[in-house]
Antibody
Framework: VQLLESGGGLVQPGGSLRLSCAAS????????MSWVRQAPGKGLEWVSAIVGGGGTTHYAASVKGRFTISRDNSKYTLYLQMDSLRAEDTALYSC?????????????WGQGTLVTVSS | DIQMTQSPSTLSASVGDRVVITCRAS??????LAWYQQKPGKAPKVLIYKASSLESGVPSRFSGSGSGTEFTLTISSLQPDDFATYYC????????FGQGTKVEIK
């Protein structure tokens, strides 16, 4: 299993960013996928998840209405569209595979892409 | 939303010690709990899933127990490679992590 994130960077408050996660080594459409973030020196926070077929999405209260998760199973790629970014969204964002098509524990992680929200 | 509370936040221990970390859920999560180990600059690694199932390749000194709202991760004899931060995660209703427990060298 390999998960490779990209798209992070420096963005001003109120700005937007789109993260991508390229997956390989497994049948991508068979697993739910998540984004998890970790602010510098802080703990893990689940952000968003999408089931294997892409028809159901879930969001943490802290990002609901601002972030949109999606996936392209033909390209083995997971996305996170982040709008109306705030300073408190600054974190390392990691792509993660859940253990089942719809839920389960997190059994694989990427190394992450850093998002910094600052003026 | 389900809240997860770990204790202690920091634990100082010596090689060979038995270490116990506790995780409490704000409501019953049945046995839908996992434990992770994270070292600085690295991605987390799953140790235990479904409260007590040992992930393949994880040393048998790690064990998990509990159900409902109270769970524990036990390291039977702490090894030098075990100094890290440990997180619990519920996956009964979406996903929530505990705040982490840092295991330090005494």
């Amino acid at each position: 299993v390999q998960l490779l994130e990209s798209g992070g960077g420096l963005v001003q408050p109120g700005g937007s960013l789109r993260l991508s996660c390229a997956a390989s080594g497994f049948t991508f459409s068979s697993y739910a996928m998540s984004w998890v973030r970790q602010a510098p020196g802080k703990g893990l926070e689940w952000v968003s998840a999408i089931v294997g077929g892409g028809g159901t999405t879930h969001y943490a209260a802290s990002v609901k209405g601002r972030f949109t998760i999606s996936r392209d199973n033909s390209k083995y790629t997971l996305y996170l569209q982040m709008d109306s970014l705030r300073a408190e969204d600054t974190a390392l964002y990691s792509c993660a595979r859940q253990s089942t098509w719809s839920s389960g524990w997190t059994d694989s992680w990427g190394q992450g892409t850093l998002v910094t929200v600052s003026s | 939303d389900i809240q997860m509370t770990q204790s202690p936040s920091t634990l100082s221990a010596s090689v060979g010690d038995r270490v116990v970390i506790t995780c409490r859920a704000s409501q019953s999560i049945r046995s839908w709990l996992a434990w992770y180990q994270q070292k600085p600059g690295k991605a987390p690694k799953v140790l235990i899933y479904k409260a007590s199932s040992l992930e393949s390749g994880v040393p048998s000194r790690f064990s998990g127990s509990g159900s409902g709202t109270e769970f524990t991760l036990t390291i039977s004899s702490l090894q030098p490679d075990d100094f890290a931060t440990y997180y619990c995660q519920q996956y009964d209703d979406l996903w929530t992590f505990g705040q982490g427990t840092k295991v330090e060298i005494k």
